[in-house]
């Protein structure tokens, strides 16, 4: 193996520039090092939490964030702690409705399938089991992630620019997710010609229930009931969960229990509660349940601090509604210039896609920002380019306004900037401009 | 949407066969179905469990396997119970040497990288963060998986051909691992040309330590700090672990502290204490460090029981050391005839796969089995044929005895069969030849 002082002067000027940090690496040698007696425990026997599952190290912290006074009741996804495109099960962000999740006993749990079909079904769970089954890795975002919590807060200067991607983005997660395509079952049930939509209603006291386009369902939507490898976790549906890839976060319905075949759609309570909205050319947009491309630089982002100048790794995480994603542009300096940053494989079609980009910190202020493009050509807006297709001015006089102004915040998938300040602090930068 | 009796049909024609079953769900609807109140709860404010974590519904009791009286603590991974590709890290297994875990506090911990370098380099956990990572879905297996527990329980009648998958087969599993690329550290540090392998250490007790050829760290080999999006769960390492893809699973150091560069392997205490094997041509595997194809069926599995005849989706796991599974094959026979299943999209290289095959159970005996090929065109062999590769007969005798043959269960890869009984119960049937 060749491995020579060339190979490393090239390197370095490739751009990596890790020469600072190695040298802070370096002068922690004298410090507590790796051959000091911490971390060793005398040998005795395993603790039961050790035997049955992996616990968490007593030093891991991450949690979800609990909903603001007023907010329903959405725990949302420490963004900026993750790694690569699995969201932990435990963190996978939930939008509650403020309620206890059901507490369902899976063998008297049952699905239902009836309406426009010619043969109404009722499956147990391990009915549902013996079926074909598919698996998928694919994200879930509410209608209104990265835009609620800031409309909310803005008004508070104790809060205001000290928000985290977990405040901002936290209402989206990704998982593994495996289950029974819901095309197979509507086979089964034989869908009569005149059928268009379908009604799909949970367990929970409120009956939360949202009607989905047939075509959507013959594509790619799933009954799961397995969420990473194991059962799906209570608060996100145990034990069945109906999985509407790309669709707004309330399409995937958590403790499903009943699915009818209908010839139009039907005003659920969710439907009719905040989904209508007239653009600018007098259409509604009532029918677009397909969330746009979005991404996010999750390190460095808000709340964190850059300890010194020097090269860090700038990543995030990019998806879409829509499909797959294509290319995600990192700017450093404020929007003048973008450069390609590199996709993690696999990239999934509706899953989070981990980025990375290579950067050297000067010590000086600078705005990060990412923008991500679909398969479909689709590119991350701005927020006046946004404010064009929705009819609103999204000036800082809008965002101090707490009151409704006819948009609800849907689909607010705006170019995220982060302003590192000399200091190594990481700010939200949206309302800069304004201030 | 046309979906007409005919449709219907042609569906059942094509091999689903889900009639006896949906007559089965059919009966079901005059029981408790979906309309009745169970599963619904009091609304209330939401317990502590769901607000920072989504806690598993107390309903599902799947956990990993303690050690028998005489292992050592290996804690075998639930595989029957797994859907997809994912293992949540809750229930990766551990092999733990019989110890309580390490208890490191993260910013005291150090990576120390010495020996043939020019520049010995020291690492604190968040200058490792700052630099390039990348991010993998890789699986671990230990070394003597799907022999040891069989070897050492066959003569016990009580519980002979009693073994379920977690039993034989759950020292595997399967993450998202993300850290940076060990190369990239050997790089800044300048590794010498007379450098051939690397002592990789860990901060347990015991120093659990391997040599590694530089050639493969120079390819693939990781330093992670993540786990499926989280940071790496105590027992598998935490804070930092060396992630030697298909190799041998005690290669994957947890708790990584210290990397060696040397010019030759070093016999560490692991590396001496089992793992030097003749063959019959009087050469040693000693340096055959690749984990070989595997593929076990999941479900159904052993301890498992079918309810009815009808159709049934067998599905299960298929994985390779060396690279990426290009084809799994069942049989219902006992190996008469043999068919291509379906392979789970993304297939991954050295990661988990999940096959999927259907199988209508007419309700007499059967015999289930799959076969895997890599894409490097090494097949799964029969007992047989790896009795061959190692010089070893395993027949009656040979399990029968518990004492030591000179063979040590290492990368032991044969078909595993299950036998379905006509009451439907699944059993281990790799010793029914001989009984």
Redesign the interface.
């Known amino acids: 193996?060749?491995?020579?002082?060339s190979?490393?002067r090239r390197?370095l000027k490739e751009g990596?520039v890790?020469a600072g940090?190695?040298a802070?690496?370096?002068r922690?040698?004298s410090g507590?090092?790796?051959?000091?007696a911490?971390?060793?425990?005398?040998?005795?026997?395993?603790?039961e939490n050790?035997?049955?599952?992996?616990?968490?190290?007593?030093?891991?912290n991450?949690?979800?964030k609990?909903p603001s006074a007023g907010e329903s009741?959405a725990?949302k996804c420490p963004l900026q702690?993750?790694?690569?495109?699995?969201?932990?099960?435990?963190?996978?962000f939930?939008a509650?409705y403020?309620?206890?999740?059901?507490?369902?006993?899976?063998r008297?749990?049952?699905?239902?399938i009836h309406g426009l079909v010619?043969?109404?079904?009722?499956?147990?769970l391990?009915?549902l089991?013996?079926?074909?089954?598919?698996?998928r890795i694919h994200l879930i975002e509410c209608v209104t992630n990265s835009y609620m919590f800031r409309k909310r807060t803005v008004h508070l200067p104790e809060l205001r620019n000290r928000l985290t991607a977990r405040d901002i983005h936290g209402n989206t997660s990704c998982s593994?997710?495996?289950g029974v395509p819901l095309s197979?079952l509507?086979?089964?049930a034989?869908?009569?010609?005149e059928?268009?939509w379908i009604v799909a209603e949970g367990?929970?006291?409120v009956k939360h229930a949202r009607s989905i386009p047939?075509?959507k369902v013959?594509d790619d939507v799933i009954v799961a009931?397995?969420q990473?490898?194991?059962?799906i976790?209570?608060?996100?549906g145990?034990?069945l969960k109906l999985l509407v890839p790309g669709f707004e976060g309330a399409f995937n319905i958590k403790?499903l229990?009943?699915i009818k075949v209908v010839d139009q759609p039907y005003l659920t309570n969710v439907d009719v509660s905040h989904k209508v909205n007239l653009r600018p050319d007098g259409k509604m947009r009532w029918y677009n349940f397909e969330m746009p491309p979005k991404s996010v630089i999750t390190?460095p982002s808000g709340e964190q601090r850059l300890?010194s100048r020097?090269?860090?790794?700038i990543?995030g995480l990019a998806w879409s509604g829509g499909g797959t994603i294509r290319r995600v542009e990192v700017s450093t300096d404020g929007g003048r210039n973008w450069k390609d940053a590199q996709l993690?494989e696999?990239v999934?079609r509706i899953a989070h896609t981990?980025f990375?980009f290579?950067w050297n910190w000067d010590g000086g202020e600078a705005v990060l920002q990412s923008r991500c493009t679909d398969d479909r050509g689709v590119v991350q807006p701005t927020l006046a380019e946004l404010g064009k297709i929705w009819g609103v001015n999204f000036d800082w006089e809008y965002w101090k306004i707490a009151s409704e102004t006819g948009y609800n915040g849907e689909h607010f998938n705006v170019i995220q900037p982060w302003k590192v300040t000399r200091e190594g602090t990481v700010l939200d930068a949206m309302y800069d401009a304004w201030l």
Chains 1, 2 share one sequence.
């Open positions: 193996m060749n491995s020579k002082q190979d490393r390197f990596a890790l940090l190695a802070g690496a370096i922690s040698a507590q090092g790796p051959m000091s911490s971390g060793r425990t005398p040998e005795s026997e395993i603790p050790f035997r049955f599952f992996n616990e968490r190290s007593r030093f891991e991450s949690v979800r609990l009741g725990s702690d993750l790694h690569g495109i699995i969201t932990p099960s435990d963190l996978h939930v509650a403020g309620m206890n999740p059901p507490d369902i006993a899976p008297e749990h049952r699905l239902l010619h043969r109404p079904l009722i499956f147990t391990e009915e089991k013996r079926l074909p089954s598919v698996s593994e997710w495996t197979l509507l086979q089964e034989g869908v009569k010609n059928a268009s367990a929970e006291p047939l075509n013959m009931y397995a990473n490898g194991e059962a976790r209570r608060p996100n145990y034990p403790w229990r009943r390190r300890p020097g090269f860090y790794e990543t993690q696999p999934l981990r990375r290579p």
